[in-house]
């Protein structure tokens, strides 16, 4: 059973910034697609940013340039640089991986349904 665990959440004023970490239990043969998720009660869940089996990342329109994905492959962690952070951001944070090492598309990457692991989440708030 494969199991992620969030970390790194937190309270912050606008224009702060959070580091966001996803240990992962299992290593997998080979890299799995992961990324970063939010959700907030009354609104559509949304994806925040993707790393694919090739080490490339994607990110949804109101983050880029302020949130970096990466993985720390020795740790088997999935990481979230969220820098210049605004009440919009709040949300709880879930990572996700996927069970296969096929790679995925910018566009798949943001779906939740390509996804077979999540974590428990992580709250995120912002106060203006």
């Known amino acids: 059973q494969v199991q992620l665990a969030e970390s790194g959440g937190g309270s912050v004023q606008a224009g702060g910034s959070l580091n966001l970490a996803c240990s992962v239990s299992?290593?997998?043969?080979?890299?799995?697609?992961m990324a970063w998720f939010r959700r907030v009660p009354g609104k559509a869940p949304e994806g925040v940013a993707g790393i694919d089996t090739l080490g490339g990342t994607t990110y949804a329109d109101a983050v880029k340039g302020r949130f970096t994905i990466s993985r720390d492959n020795a740790r088997n962690t999935l990481l979230l640089q969220m820098d210049h952070l605004r009440p919009d951001d709040t949300a709880r944070y879930y990572c996700?991986?996927?069970?296969?090492?096929?790679?995925?598309?910018?566009?798949?990457?943001?779906?939740?349904?390509?996804?077979?692991?999540w974590g428990q989440g992580t709250q995120v708030t912002v106060s203006s």
């Open positions: 299992k290593y997998f043969e080979g890299n799995v697609n």
């Open positions: 996700a991986a996927t069970h296969s090492t096929r790679w995925l598309d910018w566009r798949q990457l943001l779906l939740e349904n390509q996804y077979n692991y």
